[in-house]
């Protein structure tokens, strides 16, 4: 990654950093114009997989990274950083509840984003006061797919690429 690429990303960030906080709490599409995935050199890192066998869904975690202990539902997992608990990654799946039982419950997103396998989805930025996540989520027949980055805004344009490469990575088992 050149030292252009990481200047040019970082002033985004505090150029988006700044109109959150200006207009409150906010979602944002992801649309950090330049900033993606493939700048992240993801043959430095040794990796991990994280399969959940019950929703059928996989993706690469940093090796050192912590696992916390899984709900007894197996619907999910969360890992930390080794150097920081308050960066996250948590991923999860559920059924989606069927219109005839709640009318009017799917929220329609327009997918903006399309993993490596090609499924598309919805891939957010959201900015808090403390915390900054990037959340990716996806559909595919009943099941509804989610994972999420996240970590304290002073420390989230460390850890943007990471993420972004995670969540391009992510698959769902045919």
């Given at each position: 990654?050149s030292?252009?690429?990481?200047k040019?990303?970082s ?7 700044k ?9 944002l599409l ?31 975690y940093?090796s050192?990274?912590?696992t916390?202990?899984a ?41 903006n ?8 989805g919805?891939?957010l930025v ?17 099941v ?6 996240r970590?304290?805004n002073?420390?989230?344009s460390?850890y943007y690429?990471?993420f972004?490469y995670i969540a ?5 088992q045919?």
């Amino acid at each position: 990654m050149s030292t252009t690429t990481v200047k040019t990303c970082s002033l985004k960030q505090r150029i988006y950093t700044k109109i959150i906080s200006i207009s409150g709490k906010t979602a944002l599409l992801l649309s950090l114009w330049s900033c993606t995935g493939s700048s992240f050199l993801a043959p430095k890192v040794t990796w991990n997989t994280y399969t959940n066998s019950r929703y059928g869904f996989e993706f690469p975690y940093p090796s050192n990274w912590n696992t916390l202990p899984a709900k007894a539902n197996n619907d999910g997992i969360l890992l930390v950083s080794p150097r920081n608990n308050y960066v996250e990654i948590r991923a999860w799946a559920g059924y989606q509840i069927p219109e005839s039982i709640a009318p009017n419950s799917k929220a329609t997103h327009n997918p903006n984003f399309k993993t490596d396998q090609g499924v598309s989805g919805v891939l957010l930025v959201e900015v808090n006061q403390q915390i900054t996540s990037m959340s990716l989520s996806l559909t595919k027949d009943e099941v509804q797919y989610f994972w999420q980055g996240r970590s304290q805004n002073e420390e989230f344009s460390d850890y943007y690429h990471l993420f972004y490469y995670i969540a391009y990575q992510y698959r769902i088992q045919e």
